[in-house]
Structures are given as structure tokens and as C-alpha cells.
DNA sequence: GTACATCCTGTAGCGGCTACAGACACAAGG
DNA sequence: CCTTGTGTCTGTAGCCGCTACAGGATGTAC
């Protein structure tokens, strides 16, 4: 049996946010000692690990939840890939959002200098659109 | 002279976010009617897409109000693409990060249904690191 | 016994909006 | 003039996923 610290340490996932997840429902309630302070097993820091991957991975923590949940369920496989699949999409349209910034801003950062009159950044901003 | 709701037609920023910038001092108060009302001349709107163009190359607001107001500065530049290289920066990180979530999953995605007895996802976000 | 670390609850803040409620304001038609 | 409908106003609360306190209780080591 573990302190709230300890489960925090091995989990990798920080004291105040484990509460977090406590207050969201997202965990169950953790058992308590006599004098109201948390307790977690083994399989609670393993939950706790396992949320902390799903959140490294893009998933929403209602997301996390129900994989979790799912990890109950005599066949979870087909709910579990589309929870993943729908991650993987959403990842896949940050990173193309994203990479056209990337270019635009560099290409706006590259530009800025060979003007002498005009910052090009700041007018490609006012452009019309 | 244009009303909020002209002005956020023209602009392409929502009314309600337009009233939210002004609140947040990113926009200077705009001129006002008898009424009451906010006024938004040609310059006012310009200002507003300024913002867009910002938020949607990725800038955070703080950033896109101190461009804004280097526009009145006599050499922006050097200050300008200070802040540009530096939102590039932070966005190629986020890039590198998505692309090493995007990696992760899509293997997780492809995993699973190859394994009978076990969900290849569930079992992979339970590991120990 | 006395420091000091750890834990508890509750609340407020971050960024960048978004979504109301409830009250005024204005333009067009009868 | 009155109604109807649309636009606008302020103020406040909510979204997500934490994070950071304050102020108090409890546990541990010397």
C-alpha cells in the first residue's frame, strides 16, 4: 500500500493532478486510511500509469476513461481501435494544421530583412487575406 | 463606419470574440454611438484580420497584440521576426511531438486484431514504461 | 517535543475563446 | 404609433486539463 506521493512518483503523474482525476471520475475513489489520506495499490498505480500513457498519446481524458473502462470488457478490441483511430485522426489533422503554419511562418521569417522600406512580416499580416 | 456585426463578417472574428479582445486589452476600446454601440471604421477592421492572421499562423494572442503594436514602431523588424522565429520554434516542437504521438498510435492501430487473446492497445498502455 | 515533510480540502487561475441570460436599441411593415 | 424581428449590450459561467496556491491536519525522524 502506497501514499499518494509514492503512487505519484512511480506513476509519473503529479499529486495534484491524481486528485484531479479522483474529483472527474476519471479514477475511482482511491481507499483511505483512518485519517482520510489516499491509498493506492499496485493496480491503482498501474491505472494511474495507464492514464499518464493515454494522455502522452493524444487521448482525450474522457478517452482515457473508457479505454480504461474497456481493459474490464471480455472484448474490447474493436471499441479500442476506434477510440485509437479517432485519436489518430484528430493527431493527423493537428499535424497537418500545424505543419502549414510551419511553412507559412517560415517563409515569413525568411522574407523579413530583404526589405528595406517594409517589415514583410507585418504586412503580409494586414494583407486582404 | 461599421457596426460589431459588420465588422465581424468583414474580419472574419466573432462577435463574441471581438468584445473578448477588447476586454483583454489586445484591441484598443472601440468608438462608441450615442447608444452605446461599438463603431468599427476601415482601420478597426484591419486591426481585427491583423489578429486572425496571427492566431491562425499560431501566435498567441500576447504575441499578435505586440506585433500589432509594432506596427507603429519606426524598425520593427527585428523585433517582429524575433517573435516569428520564436512561434516557429514552438510550433516545430509541436509538430515533432504529434509526429512521435502519430507514430505510436498508428503502430497501436495496426496491432490491433493481430493478437486473439489480447487487445494489443490496452495491453501496450498498460506496460510499465 | 519539536521540526519538517506530507497530506487534506477548497478555490482560483491559465489560454482563448464560446455560450448563454436578460436587458436595451433600431429598422421595416401594418 | 405599435409590433415584430434582429442586433447589440453587459456580465457571468463553462470548456479542457491541469496547476498553484491557502490554511489546516497528520505523520515521521531526531
Same mark, same amino acid.
Do not use: L
Given at each position: 500500500m502506497h501514499s499518494i506521493g509514492t503512487a505519484s512518483k512511480r506513476s509519473g503523474v503529479h499529486i495534484e493532478t491524481i486528485r484531479y482525476y479522483e474529483r472527474e471520475g476519471i479514477l475511482p475513489p482511491a481507499e483511505r486510511t483512518a485519517s482520510g489520506r489516499r491509498v493506492y495499490d499496485e493496480d491503482g498505480i498501474a491505472r494511474l500509469r495507464f492514464i499518464r500513457h493515454c494522455r502522452e498519446l493524444g487521448f482525450a481524458i474522457r478517452d482515457a476513461q473508457a479505454l480504461l473502462s474497456l +481493459?474490464?470488457?471480455?472484448?474490447p478490441c474493436a471499441e479500442a481501435q476506434l477510440i485509437a483511430q479517432r485519436n489518430l485522426d484528430t493527431v493527423r489533422s493537428k499535424i497537418a494544421e500545424l505543419s502549414v503554419m510551419e511553412r507559412e511562418l517560415s517563409a515569413l521569417v525568411d522574407q523579413?530583412? +530583404?526589405?528595406?522600406?517594409?517589415?514583410a512580416i507585418l504586412n503580409d499580416l494586414f494583407a486582404e487575406d
Open positions: +481493459t474490464a470488457a471480455p472484448m523579413c530583412g +530583404t526589405h528595406d522600406k517594409h517589415c
